[in-house]
Structure formats: structure tokens, C-alpha cells
């Protein structure tokens, strides 16, 4: 096993686990699922690897500070927020809109680790947070480490490319991953591993992968298999078969999934297995990116744990 241990935050060990995919069982395919959910209780899954070098270029700083965006449910603020708080540096952040009459889970538990929230009116925050204009952010804000929005960037792909060392060679035949920014997908490609790699858009009609791939210097020969069908109509969107989906698959494998990125996976695999896409003989792998205090924003009493 890899070390986990970076900015001196204690994390747990990364494990590998057989899964089930909850239907009738195949015994020519086999499923595992990589728990990156398990890391850390409170900030977990593949935000970490994103903000490794952000957080080390922060410490080597003179004002240790990180500035960054995202909206008011967004795990890449909570992640940010905890392991700067962690590292011992400032932490800033740009959030999209308005504060609402009650602040989002995810904001207070931001503020709770310190973190300086600044809302910004809708078309500014996107203008900044698409290509950060640093005079501006300097000129308000002070001097620091701008991370662009969800990790998107050069250094956020070159800390997830870690993800892959905690999979060994030669096992799988395929790996997946669900896509935001497409980050985590590009540090994994930039691992350069044998293996498929299956990409599990979150957004509907993601058609800017590859140009997000090539910003993040992923090189064109490498491509992952995009599988559109399983963005349950947005961002952030959900219906109640996702729901059961992620009730049932907990039941059997005793693993939460979030339901904004890997119950949506997680379904699109059972859904893709059902469908015969994976030859027999198939190894395959599902990264759990973790996410679930993103279930937060549900309504109460809809999951079963
Ligand atoms: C942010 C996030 C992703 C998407 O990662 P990208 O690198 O932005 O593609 C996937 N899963 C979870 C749980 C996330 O929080």
C-alpha cells in the first residue's frame, strides 16, 4: 500500500473491496471498488489528491494563504477548506450567487474550519472563476495561491495522477471514474496504466472532455470511453431510481455512494454490465471519489444510511 500521509493529516489506509452490482450475479465478471471514500471521515475521496500541490506550494509561501471558487454544496470547498485549516494556512473562497435566508451545510461546515466565504454576484464569479484574473483577486484580496474551480488545473491533474499508485498492476481490465472538471480522469490517464479507463460524465452532454484533457496537458493519444447516458439530466439532478439504486447498493455491499457523482456511476456500471458491454473475464474497478456530504442536501429520511 501507497503512504496516504501528506500535509501531515492523519488518513486511513486506501483498501480495495470486492463488490457486487447488485444484479442477478455473473460469475465471468468481476467488480471492485477502490475506497478513496475512507481516507478521512470528514474530507474524503479524490479532492485530497487534487489539492496536494496547491497546499504545498501554499506552505512554501511567505503569506500562506489559498484562494478558491465553487458554489454553496461544492466538495471541493469542504476539502479545501479542511486540509488548509490542517496545513495551518488561510483559506479563502469565491462562492457563486448569493447567501441564502439559510446557509448550506457545506458553507458552515467551511466556516467552521475557517475558511473566509466571499459570495459573488452570478456572471462576475463566472468570468473569475473560468480564468482567475489574479490582479483583481490580489487587489481584493491579498496575496495567495489561487486553486481555479474544482481543482481544475495542471497541478490538480499531477496530484490525482497519485490515485493510480493504489492500483496494482495487472488486475484490472477496467477502471472507472465519474467526471466533474475532469481532473481526476486526466491524473489518472497521465498514470499512463494499461487498463480501460471509463469516464461517467456527472454533467449532461459533457462533449469538452478531450479539450479539457489537452488544458491539462493529458496527451491526444490517450483517451478514455465516455459513457453519456448517466448524468440523470444535470449536474446535481436526481430521481428516485437513483435513489433505490443507491439504497439497494448499500444494502448489499454496505457502501454509501453520493448521489451526485458515484451513485450515478455506480448505476451506469449495473446498467452497462446488464447491457453486455463488458467482455467475460472483466476486472473491473470503480474509484469511489467520495463526495457524501453532498448527500446532505437531500431530502431527509430518502436514504437508508
Ligand atoms: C469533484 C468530484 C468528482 C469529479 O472530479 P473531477 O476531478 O472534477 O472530474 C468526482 N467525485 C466526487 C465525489 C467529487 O467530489
Redesign the pocket.
Known amino acids: 500500500m501507497q503512504e496516504t500521509d501528506f500535509v501531515n493529516m492523519e488518513l486511513n489506509e486506501v483498501v480495495i473491496k470486492k463488490i457486487s452490482p447488485i444484479l442477478p450475479q455473473r460469475s465471468d465478471l468481476h467488480l471492485y471498488m477502490l475506497r478513496l471514500d475512507a481516507l478521512h471521515p470528514i474530507v474524503s475521496?479524490?479532492?485530497l489528491f487534487?489539492l496536494k500541490y496547491y497546499l504545498e506550494q501554499a506552505l512554501q509561501s511567505t503569506h500562506r494563504t489559498l484562494l478558491t471558487f465553487g458554489g454553496a454544496y461544492s466538495?471541493?470547498l469542504a476539502a479545501t477548506a479542511y486540509a488548509a485549516r490542517e496545513a495551518g494556512l488561510r483559506s479563502i473562497a469565491c462562492v457563486r450567487g448569493e447567501e441564502g435566508r439559510k446557509p448550506s451545510h457545506t458553507l458552515d461546515f467551511c466556516r467552521s474550519q475557517q475558511m473566509e466565504i466571499h459570495f459573488m454576484e452570478r456572471e462576475l464569479y463566472r468570468q473569475i472563476s473560468e480564468t482567475p484574473h489574479e490582479d483583481f483577486l490580489t487587489s481584493r484580496f491579498g496575496p495567495h495561491i489561487t486553486i481555479p474551480s474544482?481543482?481544475?488545473g495542471v497541478m490538480?491533474a499531477r496530484g490525482?495522477r497519485d490515485i493510480a499508485d493504489f492500483i496494482p498492476e495487472n488486475s484490472f481490465s477496467h477502471i472507472c471514474v465519474?467526471?466533474?472538471?475532469?481532473?481526476?480522469?486526466a491524473g489518472l490517464l497521465m498514470a499512463g496504466r494499461k487498463e480501460k479507463i471509463i469516464a461517467f460524465p456527472?454533467l449532461k452532454g459533457m462533449t469538452d472532455i478531450p479539450e479539457r484533457l489537452r488544458k491539462l496537458t493529458v496527451q491526444n493519444t490517450i483517451q478514455p470511453e465516455v459513457m453519456q447516458d448517466y448524468s440523470f439530466g444535470g449536474f446535481g439532478k436526481w430521481n428516485m431510481d437513483l435513489i433505490s439504486y443507491m439504497n439497494r447498493f448499500y444494502k448489499v455491499n454496505n457502501i454509501p455512494l453520493?448521489f451526485?457523482?458515484?451513485a450515478k456511476m455506480m448505476f451506469g456500471i449495473t446498467d452497462l454490465i446488464r447491457k453486455g458491454f463488458f467482455p467475460p473475464g472483466s476486472h473491473i474497478l470503480a474509484i469511489h471519489?467520495?463526495?457524501l456530504q453532498?448527500n446532505d442536501s437531500l431530502p431527509a429520511n430518502l436514504l437508508a444510511f
Not at 467526471?179 to 480522469?185: K, M, R, S, W
Open positions: 475521496g479524490n479532492k487534487k466538495n471541493h474544482g481543482g481544475f490538480g490525482a465519474a467526471v466533474g472538471t475532469a481532473t481526476t480522469l456527472a453520493d451526485v457523482y458515484n471519489t467520495g463526495g453532498g
